[in-house]
């Protein structure tokens, strides 16, 4: 399995960026993709997750509202549109993907995308 994130970038607050997670490699039926992201000197922390059968998704508090979740199943890829960026969102963000029971928990997650820089300017 393999994941490539993509997308991320430098935006004023109040802007928008859209993340890509490219998936390869194996079918993606029972599995839950998950975005998470990661600020210097900060713990890894959950997003954003979608099953991939059904599209189920889930949201952390931070983002609910601002940030949606969505699937192509035919592309094989997950996307993370991020809207009313603020300077907090600034971070690593990385897709994951996994068999996970606690879609929040990082060690649920097999697989990892490289991850992708999204800076938030005020």
């Known amino acids: 399995v393999q994941l490539q994130a993509s997308g991320g970038g430098l935006v004023q607050a109040g802007g928008s960026l859209k993340l890509s997670c490219a998936t390869s490699?194996?079918?993606?039926?029972?599995?839950?993709v998950g975005w998470f992201r990661q600020a210097p000197g900060r713990e890894r922390e959950f997003v954003a997750a979608?099953?991939?059968?059904?599209?189920?998704?889930y949201y952390a508090d931070s983002v609910k509202g601002r940030f949606t979740i969505s699937l192509d199943n035919a592309k094989k890829t997950v996307y993370l549109q991020m809207n009313s960026l603020k300077p907090e969102d600034t971070a690593v963000y990385y897709c994951?993907?996994?068999?996970?029971?606690?879609?929040?928990?990082?060690?649920?997650?097999?697989?990892w995308g490289q991850g992708t820089q999204v800076t938030v300017s005020s």
């Open positions: 994951a993907a996994g068999l996970v029971a606690y879609y929040t928990k990082v060690t649920d997650y097999d697989y």
């Open positions: 490699g194996r079918a993606f039926g029972g599995q839950t």
């Open positions: 979608i099953r991939w059968s059904g599209g189920s998704t």
